[in-house]
Nanobody, 123 residues
Framework: QVQLVESGGGSVQAGGSLRLACTAF????????MGWYRQAPGKQRELVAM???????NYADSAKGRFTISRDNTQKTSYLQMNSLKPEDTAVYYC?????????????????WGQGTQVTVSS
């Protein structure tokens, strides 16, 4: 069984910084893409940032220049460094991983999600 554990959310004033972390636990063969999504009240969940196994990154326009995603493959952990935070960044942030596990006859990839961590930015 695979579990994603997030940490690092909290409350901060506009202009401040937070660093989120997400670690994958379980009987994992390989962690492929890792990413962060967020969902604000009344809105759909949206991609914030994604990083591949070769460290190719993709950011939402709202995150470019302010957020940085990184990963530590030995620790099966991704990080989201968020700087210059704005009130509109307030949301629940969800960790995402595309994880390969060993099935009965082959390796199987599945999507996994963290439990979500609240980020609140006050003006």
């Amino acid at each position: 069984q695979v579990q994603l554990v997030e940490s690092g959310g909290g409350s901060v004033q506009a202009g401040g910084s937070l660093r989120l972390a997400c670690t994958a636990f379980g009987n994992i063969f390989r962690v492929d893409d890792m990413g962060w999504y967020r969902q604000a009240p009344g809105k759909q969940r949206e991609l914030v940032a994604m990083i591949s196994t070769t460290n190719n990154t993709n950011y939402a326009d709202s995150a470019k220049g302010r957020f940085t995603i990184s990963r530590d493959n030995t620790q099966k952990t991704s990080y989201l460094q968020m700087n210059s935070l704005k009130p509109e960044d307030t949301a629940v942030y969800y960790c995402y991983c595309d994880i390969a596990i060993v099935g009965f006859t082959r390796v199987v990839n599945s999507d996994y999600w963290g439990q979500g961590t609240q980020v609140t930015v006050s003006s």
